[in-house]
């Protein structure tokens, strides 16, 4: 029997109706492979594997009725980017390169959703290497997204992103070094988040910048995201409505560039956190110019890094992937200390700047989707490079490893979905999730 998808469109509604015996496990996932048929032309998987998930949401059904209950994410379709390993299914990274690599052993994240009782349906499409925000991979072809198929859906993560949001899964993980979780959440309107730096276990997954690179959820609620990612983290946090905080609302760099529209629906919903008992603080950021490009030397080193071993084979790389990780590799290593010291003296001043606010909010990206194939962005009447200028918000913010979250902060006249960014400082992921919750409420 279909689900009535309306009725339970988050991770809490679909657990209830499975306690109240209106919908099994196997009946949840029957309806993920549905929509996956219906939404083909997406391209949101790169490999699925429906008849190992529908056996074991077979077995949470059985569990269930004999009274065993894994918890809130018991029988909750969920899907994975395909650079977490995952044991006896292929694992690419997007790649050509590791086209054929069947890893022996799930990484920590993979294990304990399972254990938690979410089932997989298969490893998603993502950009190359996780390596860019378009997701249009020239191995396994382009990601599109769910309200505009011309549109790229964002990346590195778009898989993910275009999944929840057309309504496939309730959650899926992703992985973000520049923005790649935030990037797909504002593009597709979800949300992702990513928690402090180490919160969550990047081991067993494809790296591209050790020391940038977070792991996380996406959802269709904030709720959800927390009940993902206290599946996922190492230590979990306790979701509490919270508008009660003091809000930094940059005046330098993070609205620079920024189309209008996405301007005036960040500042809509700060106003909407002022009028519930937000105190609003402008500031000006320290050396924004600065972190973000320090964030992007430290990148390039790293990936090029990771890759050394592979570049020989030049003809398996995409061409933007290709370049990027030959400019790292020509990168002197003098130069990378020198960025990780500059690092270290901006993570300072940053955590000098929260002593006087709890988080900032601030555009997730500063347009909405651009069409596939799009190289240059016009905002009033100024031309930018469709890369730089949507991964200007995000990039430095991974430097700092502080948790961020993307909400859904509206609609641009086209019907294209608008992000918010809700920074916080390390550790303080549960101001940024109550901050989150309470504005989504």
Known sequence: MPVDNRSMRTIRQAGEALRARQVSCEELLNEAIREEEKHRDLNCFITLTADKA?????????????????????????????????????????????????????APVVEKLRVAGAVSLGKLNQHENAYGITSTNPHYGAVRNPHDRDRIPGGSSGGSGAAVAAGILFGATGSDTGGSIRIPASFCGVVGFKATYGRVSSQGCFPLGATLDHMGPFARSVED??????????????????????????????????????????????????????HIVPVRVPEPEELTATARSVLLFEAATTMLS??????????????????????????????MAEANRLRMAWAKLFETIDVLALPTTPTVAPLIGQQKIVVDGEEHDTRLLTTRTCRGINLLGYPTISIPCGRSKEGLPMGMQ?????????????????LEE
């Open 225 to 278: 995201v927390t009940l993902l990612l206290n599946a996922m983290a190492n230590e979990a946090v306790t979701l509490r409505l919270n508008a009660a905080v003091r809000i930094g609302l940059p005046q330098n760099y993070f609205f620079d560039g920024a189309q209008p529209e996405v301007r005036a629906a960040v500042e809509a919903a700060v106003g909407r956190a002022e009028t519930m008992g937000a």
């Open 54 to 106: 529908l056996k074991e949401a077979r077995e949470l059904d059985m569990e269930l009725a004999a009274g065993r209950d894994r918890g809130p994410l018991h029988g909750i379709p969920i899907a994975h980017k395909d650079l977490f390993y995952t044991a006896g299914i292929r694992t690419t990274n997007g790649t050509k390169v590791f086209a054929d690599f069947v890893p022996d052993h799930d």
């Open 310 to 339: 592979h570049l020989h084979r030049r003809d398996q790389f995409g061409t933007d992937v290709l370049t990027l990780l030959e400019n790292g590799a020509a990168m002197p290593a003098s130069d990378y200390v020198a960025a």
């Open 422 to 438: 809700i920074v916080g400082r390390a550790n303080g992921d549960e101001v940024v999730l109550g901050l989150a919750a309470a």
